[in-house]
Every structure is written in C-alpha cells, then in structure tokens.
C-alpha cells in the first residue's frame, strides 16, 4: 500500500482520537454494530465491557500507527487472535468483526475527511487485518488455555501481591511477554498479567499485581486469592525482546509492577555468560514503590553488565507504610530524585540503545516524550500496547 495511503488512514483515525469521547464512540460503535450483525457474538464477552473498549481502541491506534512495518503488524495480531480463542471466537467472527469495524471507522470519521477513496483504502486495510488474524486463529494448534494452580500469594505493598502459579503444563512463551489470566472470584473476566520470571520446564510462573481502586480484577487478586484457586491462564502476547544480534546496548526504563517483563528478561539474561549492557530506571513515587529492588540489587552485584538506577519522588515513605529507607549496596548507583520521564531524560539521547518501557500507560506516554524530546529516535522506543 502507498505511503500516501497509510498516512489518510493514519490521519482518519488520529481525528477520532483527538476527541474527548472519540474513542468511547468509535469502541461502542463497533460492539454495537457487531453484536447486531453477528447472531450470537454478544455472549461471547463479559458484562462490564468498559476496559474491553478501551483496549480495543488502543490496539487499533498501535496497529494503525505502525502499519508501514507490517511485520510488526501481523505479529501482533496472530498473538490477539490467538488470545481471543480463549473467548470462543472463530475465524468467521474476525470477518464480522471487519465489517463492524469499517462501519465505527465511517461513523466516526469527521465527515469532511471521509471520502470515497478513503473508504476503499480502510477498506483494504482491514481486509488484510482480518484475513491476518483468522489465518492466525484457523491454524493455531496450542490449547486456547493452560490451566494453574497458586502455589503462593505474598503482599509485599497494602496494594501489591506477587502471585505464584505451576501451570498443568508449561506455557510456549519467551520473557518479556504477557497474558490474560481468569480468577474464580471474577468468572468471565480477563485481566492482563506480564510474567516477572523467565519460561522454566516446570511451568512456573510469577505475576506482580498492583490493586487498582477502580478496577473490576485487580482488587480481587491483591485481596482474595488464595493458595490452591485454579485459574485460567491464555496464550502469550507481546513484544518486548532483547535483540542480542543488534549489537546495541540496552535501556529499560520500569515503573510499579511494570518491572515484571523486564525483570524477566534481566533473569534470563543473568543466565549467560556474555550479555549487552543494560541500564534500567526502575521508578516510583516513594521508596517503598520499588518494592523489589533488592532482587535487582542482588543481580546487578554478580553481573557488572546491569546497571540499575532507582528513581523516586519523595525521599522518605509515606505514613502509612512507615519503613526505614534501604541503603543503596556499595558500589551500585545511588538513588535519583524526580519524575522518572524527566530523570531518564536529562542524560540526553539514548539513540545508541534499544529501549524497552512498561508501566502505566501515562508514565510510558510522558517517557516517550521526554525522550523524544532529547533526541532519541522513537523507532528505538519498544512498548506493549494492552
């Protein structure tokens, strides 16, 4: 497809994000239109849809953004098409999907840049994303769900858990990755998890769990599971790999319990004897945010590859977790001050590094942005979109 194209497609739908309610608009457009048009499809998803909104929404800005490498594409949508068989949806059901989808893009479109030529090219483009992904659903032969048992439930913050599980048997998936796991207290509902220790034979998996107030799962993994739940855990999803044939240095910035992925590929690097060097900003509002930082610590003092640097707003804790500060271990980094964007910033461009950023999505936007700022190119700059 033309470069000229892609960017009246691209340009199409930065005018439905660039609204308020843009994007709440164009998500409940397509459900509505597609459980309209598709006997059955309804069922298929959970009551509260709200969170489902609004990652389908981010993963079509992903897509559309990128749709000059689509390489990268149609990797990701094998991985969400793949997920979604832990729905019961069928490769028909992606070819519903696209209907309903260029329907939410036309109704939501202002209506001075819809044109007859833009219709014909999202027209095109979402015929090949749909065919993309109900080839990845028709000839998948994985299980569309592993099942696991918590071995282990530690609160290490009033708001985090670190959750242990030995799935029935190993999960096909590389550090840095995710999935979408579903508890007993919450039948029906997915909540996307990022595995915090690399893949084992034993098929034994870590997740770091923060409890967001508002949030439908979350709570219940911080507060009510218990050693023995059995869950449901689907395929993995994401992108955040070292390339260790780049000949590039890395950069890993982290906030919260967005350290997982990245603590995983750190481990799993710590098993080699020759690795990159790696300088990861592991940040949070207090001392007590960078609840692992020990563990980290305790790698970067036997691998000299690995430099971490905490990062905090406050020096101290707050009251309600009255904890003394740890001191910093001789000869590692010392603790840095400031908004985490801000800090990773100030040492100029990282255009020589490939940069991997997790968290939550207004620290990965407010990083990316700072670092866009120093002149960093932002084709270095890796993220999950879900």
Not at 190 to 207: K, T
Request: glycine share 8%.
């Amino acid at each position: 497809m033309e470069t000229f194209a892609i960017a009246r497609v691209q340009l199409s739908f930065a005018s439905i994000a660039a609204t308020a309610t843009g994007p709440e608009r164009f998500a409940s457009a397509f459900y509505t239109t597609l459980w309209s048009e598709s006997s059955g499809t309804r069922e298929l998803f959970p009551a509260g849809m709200e969170s489902m909104r609004h990652r389908f929404t981010t993963a079509i800005g992903w897509v559309v953004n990128r749709l000059t490498d689509f390489d990268a594409v149609e990797a990701f949508l094998g991985q969400l098409a793949r997920d979604h068989r832990k729905y019961g949806v069928r490769p028909e059901h992606f070819r519903a999907a696209g209907y309903a989808l260029l329907f939410a893009v036309r109704e939501c479109t202002p209506f001075i840049l819809w044109t007859a030529a833009l219709e014909r090219t999202w027209a095109e483009v979402i015929g090949r994303l749909v065919e993309t992904m109900a080839t990845a659903a028709a000839t998948d032969d994985l299980p569309a769900v592993w099942g696991a048992t918590v071995v282990g439930h530690e609160r290490v913050l009033p708001d985090v858990a670190i959750i242990r599980l030995e799935t029935d048997t190993p999960i096909p998936h590389y550090a840095g990755q995710y999935m979408s796991v579903q508890i007993p207290q919450r039948p029906h509902m997915w909540r996307y998890l990022s595995a915090a220790i690399p893949p084992n034979p034993h098929g034994q998996i870590e997740f770091h769990v923060r409890r967001v107030s508002s949030g439908w799962v979350s709570p219940a993994l911080v507060n009510e599971v218990r050693v023995g739940d059995r869950w449901l855990i689907g395929p993995p999803l994401g992108g955040l790999r070292v390339d260790r044939d780049s000949g590039q240095d890395v950069l890993m910035i982290a906030s919260g319990t967005g350290l997982a992925p990245l603590r995983a590929q750190i481990m799993e690097m710590a098993m080699r004897g020759t690795n990159p060097r790696v300088h990861l900003f592991y940040g949070g509002k207090y001392p007590c945010d960078l609840y692992d930082l020990e563990t980290l610590w305790q790698i970067a003092m036997t691998n000299p590859w690995l430099t971490v640097v905490p990062v905090v707003e406050e020096n101290e804790n707050p009251w309600w977790h009255p904890v003394p500060v740890r001191e910093t271990p001789k000869g590692l980094h010392r603790t840095m001050y400031g908004k985490l964007g801000k800090v990773v910033g100030q040492f100029g461009t990282w255009s020589d590094r490939q940069i991997q950023i997790a968290g939550s999505p207004s620290m990965i936007r407010t990083t990316i942005y700072a670092l866009s700022a120093a002149g960093t190119p932002r084709q270095n700059i890796s993220f999950d979109p879900l």
